[in-house]
């Protein structure tokens, strides 16, 4: 484990020596340090604002600018993300650009892109305002693989318990006719442990693909709505009157 951790500071780190044209020489040199710890920064940075791997953000306001990072490398790009959240713009960073803030009218946002094209020469066909952009999902690539591989390792050590897919059959509930008419209660989903990791759903939902992990959500009172298998043969269970799904093997419905 503190191998591929290791391993995960000096790539960043080199990474960013390259782009702040800091030369790596001996570990124990001033230039190393200075560029090991500009890695540890943009790890500390990308993990606090765009989390440990993707989650999704909610857009509140109509406008966003992005910067569009399709023909940049994503170290620059990152580093055009740290030095624009330091002269606080509320940034984020996806697969096909840096969000840039969101605002209330569209004079503000356009406001803010000459500002950026300004302050640091960036292409003005780079820069664009989206409008009515009701989510986006971050992608933090320092840690795409890095998490990934500290997942392994915990499975290895016994921290994470690897569960399989339970199928259920449909049951069929047949309504007996009454006179007297008589109170329905709604089925409640109940967790199996005090917190269960919760999915939203963006896209198809016949893909496992489109259900984006939202975070590890407590325990509460959940009304159970429906139950969704995907092609790939997933089941999640979806939460009444929301966006929100719980995979079926983490809870039970009662």
């Not at 503190?2 to 000096?10: D, H, N, R, S, W």
């Not at 959240?85 to 503000?108: C, M, Q, Y």
């Amino acid at each position: 484990m503190k191998k591929i951790i290791l391993l995960g500071f000096l790539a960043i780190s080199l990474a960013f020596g390259a782009k702040m044209n800091i030369e790596i020489y001996e570990p124990n040199s001033k230039n190393f340090r200075d560029g090991f710890e500009a890695g540890i920064k943009a790890l500390d940075f990308q993990a606090k604002t765009d989390g440990f791997q993707q989650k999704l953000i909610t857009i509140n306001k109509p406008y966003l600018l992005v910067f569009d990072i399709k023909k940049t490398p994503f170290h620059e790009a990152l580093f055009l993300q740290i030095i624009s959240a330091r002269e606080g713009f509320d940034t984020h960073f996806t697969k096909e650009f840096v969000s840039l803030g969101e605002f209330e009218r569209d004079i503000d946002a356009k406001d803010a892109k000459e500002l950026m094209i300004r302050k640091y020469r960036l292409n003005p066909n780079d820069l664009k305002i989206l409008t009515n952009q009701s989510s986006i999902v971050t992608y933090p690539f320092l840690f795409h693989n890095f998490y990934k591989n500290i997942l392994n390792e915990a499975q290895k050590l016994g921290y994470v318990i690897k569960t399989e897919v339970a199928y259920t059959n449909k049951i069929q509930i047949n309504t007996p006719k009454k006179t007297i008419p008589t109170k329905v209660v709604s089925k409640k989903i109940v967790f199996k442990n005090p917190r269960a990791m919760g999915y939203v759903l963006q896209g198809d939902f016949k893909s496992s693909s489109s259900f984006i992990e939202k975070g590890l959500l407590k325990a509460t009172d959940y009304e159970f709505e429906k139950s969704i298998t995907t092609d790939e043969g997933e089941i999640f269970v979806k939460v009444k009157g929301q966006n929100l799904y719980f995979p079926n093997s983490d809870v039970s419905i009662k």
